[in-house]
């Protein structure tokens, strides 16, 4: 697999939520090897989470998934996002546990999964957790680009 | 170089001090080691080499030597483990030992006890819990200043099971199994196991350097959880300042809350290396690169992303070449390998840095455990040299168990479960345990869970050989 060289995965490799599941919101799991790792599945309120054995990664049922984003609060590989797209602006809701934290309605440099910026975000809300999820606002063709913030000081 | 801000750590430093480098005042904090007050005083060099090499530490546990000073007077002190005292006077290059020996003469106490661990991490700790729940007195001893291991640096969150606690951070979980331990068992900090002797019982000989202790420790049942140490790469300048070990630097950054420079090259792409790049991302520290020779990354792909998503890039079959600078990392030298791992001609990139961590595996530390007889053996998959040990721990020699690195390559949640298995089958062995074999089974079936999965398979592939070959001396030894 390429992204076993890269650290980088290809978009290819993630099973799309249809439009509708992507309007209501959906997460999105970056979570491909077996790791025997289980608490995205037990912090899933409506059960949307398939994993039959603990080392297989979660397989999301988007008609089920509500986009509560306690997924990604929880998951230890920060491997989960939620997205919603609306009109033209996609929300993204990501894992955060760097500094400086941004304020909400900062705009932001929004990066890519290797670290590029790629456009602005608008910081939409912070959520203070174990691990602080941000949900941010990006242009909807960014939906599932932007993986990562850039905070400037 | 002092960490002010830190998103997951925050550093309560104690009171202010003085001490004295080289003739030179510099201040500290009570409760930090010398080497991480003088790199918060931006002194890299530690000391020279008789030839005059500059010297800089390199592990930050205790385990190489690249960190000795003379302390009041006393030579060859591990300045990496040895906390820093208010008018301590800190020498670099002293190279004759005194000519009239400074020495007090040692305080001896003597300790009788059932049983005797040696290591206070995971496995350590985890197995003085165990103890004290079965009964049994015990005592932990650790050279460090700190309980806890190499757990206390882990800012990461653990995977796993819910149920187990998944989700916490190692240094969560190092909390919680040292304030346990610390209500429940005697404990022996700053003192190194020097020695073990069989004088028809178990016999350890310890020692607390700075405040002169010797003490004698007879024992029933011992457990070795000693650890591991940092694999050292060969390449030119590899003994400048600046080159550590990827476990010094986490001990530097997320004990002491000191930088170990402000831009890093980190060899080694396994879990070991992606998670340091991305602690150090996380202490404003900037990651250059991560370089590894293998055609892969070799750590989970999660942590990959969480480097790969924060701008770091990372080279697949790549190797550091050199590192140069003055008496201090300046720089490093990095070359791409082919498939037959030659370097290949004209890719050198040339990455300013001023630091590297080395992250290339580690090798049990086996030096205690094989002075009891135990049997020893070579077992790649396991990450070297080994005391064969059975699936409750115990070694070929009689009481004697190991657990957690020391016996296998592994990580913390196994080390803990290790650690509580070798304590049980020694405990119950020297007073029957009430629902020992509910208790033992439990464990065993966690232990199985950790490695199932295709991440496990290198671990369970070591244990299996290093319980056949276990079993073959035993029966061999029957007949």
């Known amino acids: ?111 890519d999964r290797e670290g590029k910026i790629v456009g602005n975000a608008v910081v939409k809300a912070i959520k203070h957790g174990r691990t602080n999820v941000i949900t941010i606002e990006v242009d909807k063709n960014l939906a599932m680009v932007v993986r990562n913030i850039k905070v400037e000081k | 170089m002092r960490i002010e801000e830190h998103p997951i750590l925050k550093f309560e430093r104690e009171r202010k001090i003085n001490f004295y480098f080289n003739g030179i005042k510099m201040e500290a904090y009570e409760g930090e080691t010398i080497a991480s007050a003088l790199h918060a005083n931006g002194i890299k060099v530690l000391s020279h080499s008789r030839k005059g090499r500059a010297r800089g530490f390199f592990c930050g546990i205790g385990k190489c ?153 007879k024992a029933k049942k011992i457990i070795f959880s000693t650890g591991a140490q940092e694999n050292m790469l060969v390449f030119e300048g590899n003994d400048l300042p600046g080159v550590y070990g990827a476990g010094g630097v986490q001990t530097l950054t997320n004990v002491y809350g000191v930088k170990p420079g402000n831009s890093g090259v980190i060899i080694g792409a396994g879990n070991v290396g992606l998670i340091l790049s991305y602690q150090l991302l996380q202490a404003g520290v900037d990651v250059k690169a991560i370089v590894e020779a293998m055609p892969k990354i070799g750590g989970y792909f999660v942590h990959a992303a969480k480097v790969r998503r924060n701008g770091v890039p990372i080279y697949t079959r790549h190797t550091i070449k050199e590192a140069y600078g003055k008496d201090r990392v300046e720089g490093a030298k990095i070359v791409a390998l082919d498939e037959k791992w030659n370097t290949i001609e004209g890719s050198e990139k040339d990455i300013k840095c001023d630091f590297i961590a080395v992250s290339v595996g580690l090798t049990p530390s086996t030096r205690l455990v094989q002075q009891t007889g135990a049997k020893i053996k070579f077992i790649s998959a396991a990450g070297g040299w080994v005391a064969l040990h059975n699936e409750y721990m115990e070694t070929t020699k009689d009481g004697i168990y190991v657990a957690g690195d020391a016996s296998n390559i592994e990580e913390a949640s196994t080390a803990i479960i290790e650690g509580k298995i070798a304590s049980l089958h020694a405990s119950n062995s020297l007073k029957k345990v009430h629902g020992y074999d509910k208790k033992m089974k439990e464990y065993m079936k966690r232990l199985e869970e950790l490695r199932s999965g295709i991440f496990g398979e290198r671990a369970k592939f070591a244990k299996n050989k290093i319980y056949e070959e276990y079993y073959e001396i035993r029966e061999n030894r029957r007949y």
């Open chain 2, 65 to 217: 030597s690249s960190c000795l000073m003379t302390v009041n007077g006393t030579p060859n002190v591990r300045t990496c483990i040895t906390m820093v005292k208010d008018g301590m006077i800190v020498e670099g290059d002293k190279y004759d030992l005194p000519e009239s020996f400074p020495y007090r003469k040692p305080i001896k106490e003597k300790i009788d006890v059932s049983m005797a661990i040696v290591g206070a991490g995971p496995a350590g700790l985890a197995a003085a819990i165990e103890s004290a729940e079965n009964g049994i007195d015990a005592i932990l001893i650790d050279e460090n200043p700190r309980l806890g291991g190499q757990l206390i640096k882990q800012t990461h969150k653990f995977f796993g099971s819910s149920r187990e606690g998944a989700g916490k951070r190692g240094i969560e979980i190092a909390k919680e199994l040292e304030e346990e331990a610390t209500k429940k068992a005697k404990i022996l900090l700053n003192t190194s196991v020097i020695g073990y002797y069989d004088k028809g019982y178990h016999f350890l000989v310890a020692a607390n350097q700075m405040d002169g202790i010797l003490y004698e420790i």
């Open chain 1, 1 to 111: 697999m390429k992204y076993e060289k890269t650290g980088v995965i290809d978009i290819s490799q993630l099973k799309m939520p249809n439009e509708k599941q992507l309007k209501k919101g959906v997460a999105i799991t970056e979570c491909l090897q077996p790791i025997p790792c289980n608490p995205c599945k037990e912090v899933c309120p409506t059960d949307a989470i398939k994993m039959e054995n603990i080392n297989d990664p979660p397989d999301i049922d988007y008609d089920k998934c509500i986009g509560c984003a306690l997924c990604v609060e929880v998951c230890p590989g920060l491997a989960m996002f939620v997205v919603r797209v609306r009109d033209d602006k996609a929300m993204i809701s990501l894992p955060y546990e760097m500094l400086p934290m941004p304020e909400r309605g900062q705009i932001v440099k929004a990066l």
